[in-house]
């Protein structure tokens, strides 16, 4: 069974920087895309950012190019999300995604495994 655990996020001040993190156990980590996803109440589940299983490829959503940057180490089977200059519009909860393939993907579906999300908070 795949388990991903996010951590890293909480308030910071708007222009501020987090980090998140995810860890993967379960299978070969190596072998497989992952994502970041964001989703606020009441409102779709949005694409954040994708690596693939080498870290070769990366993708980002429009509202956050620029300012995220994805990662991984696959020998510590962790993905990261690095935020910088956050906006209060970045307030919601952020879910890491294990892809169901090794090339990185943008759509929800291309993802089988989801963590429970880590809450990110950014005050004016």
């Known amino acids: 069974q795949v388990q991903l655990v996010e951590s890293g996020g909480g308030l910071v001040q708007a222009g501020g920087s987090l980090r998140l993190s995810c860890a993967a156990s379960g299978r070969t980590f190596s072998n497989y895309a992952m994502g970041w996803f964001r989703q606020a109440p009441g409102k779709e589940r949005e694409f954040v950012a994708a690596?693939?299983?080498?870290?070769?490829?990366?993708y980002y959503g429009d509202s956050v190019k620029g300012r995220f940057t994805i990662s991984r180490d696959n020998a510590k089977n962790t993905v990261y999300l690095q935020m910088n200059s956050l906006k209060p519009e970045d307030t919601t909860v952020y879910y890491c995604?294990?892809?169901?393939?090794?090339?990185?993907?943008?759509?929800?579906?291309?993802?089988?495994?989801w963590g429970q999300g880590t809450q990110v908070t950014v005050s004016s």
């Open positions: 690596i693939s299983w080498c870290g070769g490829s990366t």
């Open positions: 995604a294990a892809g169901k393939f090794g090339r990185a993907n943008t759509s929800i579906n291309d993802y089988a495994y």
